[in-house]
């Protein structure tokens, strides 16, 4: 085979990068101490990046930078300013989830190559559409995609110029990325800003099913899938694993390099993959990638299973045989500790000695000849020194304009001016050409990008001057409420849909005031299916949580509203969505807090929506929860399970809290936190700032709750948004179990 299979490896720390260099990776992914989605990594600083920067490229091997989480408003100041460093290294890429970066980088570094992170949650050929539209040169599918689908999306991809990356080895969540927010409800970590405290690993009383960590899904590994993923036109396989040390990241990395190299030369794969067992491990699944999604994908223990695997391959039941087994996995992984650290101790990230040396004599330039990693280079002014009337070209004001390559990317401890002669001159501003010039020869002969001062956005008034209230259901049942008020009125559409099945076509077509809401997650004919509703009922206008619906409609005339799982939170967002998808309007994410959602400046002609009363989605999977929860009697989910399934259950971690674990007819099993969000200070305190104020009356994620008279529900709000003081109170009498505590404590 001819193509080229990228071998992309974490970089946790410095330590890791190293390793998975000698291990043969071909690029390495790693984030700095801010705005990435690591923080419980050790991360790098600046100046090592610049470091690991020139030792990956003396092996060939690429670099990328995580800057993939969303981002605040009163923070674009400084990714900004991290761009400006950015563009004047040689960093192959970095990888995004915010929106808002799509726009910055389009504009302003236009030089940077961006990777679409795997928080875009994509899954659909529309998604990636409007990707390659907004920019992305590579694209992280989801980890729930199978081998055909993963085969589809590359050929789709590679039409629009864009590589897929695809994760074949490390952990797995159950819930789809970026479309989790279990963390940040629950302990107010978001995974959206890279600070996720797995509650999906957490322990649970014991369900009905007998398990006490029913979300806890083994590792994956596509270890013998590797033909399927060349064949189906993956460009680059990511192992996951940035908050691994060293030893794990060159055992994996090294593994894999095996696989690879061997299948390459000879079409055939290794049959052992017995020391992926020898690192931290949950053991193995490759079932998202098969489409096989069983029981046997999950396991009742979130800790490292590697002693475990040992004893159960030498059938190690007693004391003694067990003793003997740990010991030897143990004197195995302390000899790969030492192993690695043989193996990195002598290369080395730091800055490589550079030496200036100047000399001056009458009648000739000025020269300075540099030297640096074995190169050496002669830099002269344009015109010949001359005796000085006035000023002379002294080695203090030489100093003074140099001295600023003692803080670049190399060791400059002396400048030397032995061969500079006094009483000499020549003009300033040729000594300013000389200094441009050395940093062109030490950036590679490149030349330097000046920084660029980001212009005040302008600010432009509400579409509503006086808010609005809209209102989302998802039964027939309830369209008698369009009876009760003048509010616009979204229906839920499922996630999953019968196949040439006109049914939702037919209500949109009978009642032409409803308006569309479709789901963040659509994938193959469910995708198919939603862009046929499109095209034959040709809405006016709809709420989409999935780009790549929104990027048809907009192909169609379809006026679209960013809906709130797009996670927006930034103005330098709402413009990507413009101006890219041509978007009229978005909700503003609900995980930011009053502070942070305060300056966010909307487009021209734009609206901004805000959600004051849902249930609070914690997760959504593609695995079934009803598996290890209240059980199932089907080992593996069917096509038929997200049209037929309909249950609810409920689920307590060992600290007390409980969840509402919800199945509703073609939808994704969900979990949403017992609580309802009910935000009504909001009203008051931003009715300048949103033209639209939304209350989901579905009753999914209701779970145990009481099931509220949603006549009365609607009626108090549309006189809250009137200024009616004695509905806020009603409302908070009647919504008993309710928090507005993201409000509060924000990302």
């Excluded at 053991?283 to 800790?303: E, H, V, Y």
């Amino acid at each position: 085979m001819s193509r080229k299979i990228e071998l992309l490896a974490p970089g946790g720390d410095v330590d890791a990068i190293k390793a998975a260099i000698v291990a043969g990776a071909n690029a390495i992914y790693c984030g700095l101490d801010m705005f990435n989605a690591r923080n419980r990594a050790t991360n790098i600083s600046f100046e090592q990046l610049k470091g690991i920067l020139r030792l990956a490229h003396r092996f060939q091997c690429d670099v990328f930078l995580t800057i993939n989480v969303v981002i605040l408003e009163h923070e674009i100041k400084g990714v900004v300013k991290l761009l400006n460093q950015l563009v004047n290294t040689t960093i192959d890429g970095i990888i995004v989830q915010d929106l808002g970066i799509f726009n910055l980088v389009k504009k302003h570094f236009p030089s940077l190559a961006i990777h679409a992170s795997t928080q875009l949650t994509t899954h659909n050929e529309g998604q990636i559409k409007f990707l390659a539209k907004a920019g992305a040169t590579r694209v992280n599918l989801s980890r729930e995609m199978n081998l055909p689908e993963i085969k589809m999306l590359s050929t789709v991809a590679h039409d629009h110029d864009v590589l897929t990356e695809v994760f074949v080895h490390g952990a797995l969540c159950i819930a789809f990325s970026g479309q989790c927010y279990s963390s940040s409800v629950s302990v107010g970590n978001s995974g959206n800003r890279g600070r996720c405290s797995q509650a999906c690993r957490d322990e649970y009383e014991i369900t009905a099913a007998g398990n006490k960590f029913p979300l806890n899904l083994k590792d994956n590994s596509a270890y013998f899938d590797l033909p399927e993923l060349v064949e189906a036109g993956v460009d680059s396989l990511k192992i996951e694993g940035r908050i691994k040390g060293a030893q794990y990241v060159h055992t994996v990395v090294d593994s894999w390099r095996q696989q690879i190299d061997k299948f390459v030369e000879t079409g055939q794969l290794l049959a052992d993959d017995s020391n992926l067992y020898k690192v931290f491990n949950r053991d193995f699944t490759n079932s998202f990638l098969q489409g096989n999604l069983t029981k046997n994908m999950f396991i009742d223990n979130p800790r490292d299973n590697s002693f475990q695997h040992a004893n159960d391959k030498k059938n190690a039941i007693s004391v003694v045989q067990i003793q003997e087994v740990q010991t030897e996995l143990s004197a195995q992984k302390n000899a790969i500790t030492a192993d690695v650290e043989a193996k990195i101790k002598h290369i080395s990230i730091e800055k490589p000695m550079l030496t200036m040396d100047f000399s001056a004599s009458l009648g000739k330039p000025l020269l300075v000849a540099l030297s640096f990693e074995g190169q050496h280079h002669t830099v002269n002014s344009a015109s010949v020194l001359k005796v000085a009337d006035e000023s002379a070209i002294e080695s203090a004001a030489i100093e003074k304009r140099f001295k600023s390559f003692k803080k670049g990317d190399y060791q400059l401890d002396t400048i030397n001016f032995d061969k500079l002669e006094s009483g000499l001159s020549v003009p300033f501003k040729e000594l300013t050409a000389m200094k441009n010039e050395v940093a062109y020869i030490l950036n590679g002969n490149v030349s330097i990008i000046a920084p660029i001062n980001l212009p005040q956005l302008d600010v432009f008034d509400k579409v509503s001057a006086i808010p609005t209230l809209s209102l989302l259901i998802s039964d027939v049942k309830d369209i008698h409420l369009a009876e009760q008020t003048e509010a616009d009125i979204y229906f839920k559409l499922p996630e999953s849909w019968k196949r040439h099945c006109n049914k939702y076509i037919d209500i949109f077509l009978e009642n032409p005031r409803l308006i569309p809401w479709f789901p963040a997650v659509l994938i193959g004919k469910d995708y198919n299916e939603s862009i046929r509703l499109l095209e034959v009922v040709k809405p006016k206008r709809i709420v989409s949580n999935n780009t790549g619906v929104a990027l048809k409609a907009v192909e169609l005339d379809i006026e679209w509203i960013a809906g709130p799982f797009l996670n927006t939170t930034n103005s330098y967002a709402l413009l990507t969505l413009q101006e890219a998808l041509n978007c009229s309007g978005a909700f503003i994410s609900n995980e930011i807090n009053r502070h942070q959602m305060r300056h966010i400046k909307r487009p021209k002609n734009f609206k901004m929506l805000y959600s004051i009363y849902h249930p609070i989605l914690m997760m959504t999977s593609r695995q079934c929860f009803f598996q290890q929860t209240v059980g199932c009697n089907k080992p593996a989910i069917e096509d038929g399970c997200m049209l037929k399934c309909q249950k609810a259950t409920t689920i307590t971690n060992v600290k007390g809290f409980s969840f509402a674990v919800d199945k509703q007819l073609g939808g994704y099993p969900s979990i949403y936190n017992d609580e309802q969000f009910l935000n009504l200070d909001v009203v008051d305190e931003f009715s300048g700032l949103f033209d639209e104020f939304f209350i989901d009356l579905t009753n999914i994620g209701a779970g145990s709750k009481t099931t509220l008279d949603k006549i009365e529900l609607l009626t108090h709000f549309t006189q809250l948004i009137k200024g009616d003081g004695a509905s806020k109170t009603a409302l908070e009498q009647m919504v008993t179990l309710s928090t507005q505590a993201q409000y509060t404590q924000g990302l």
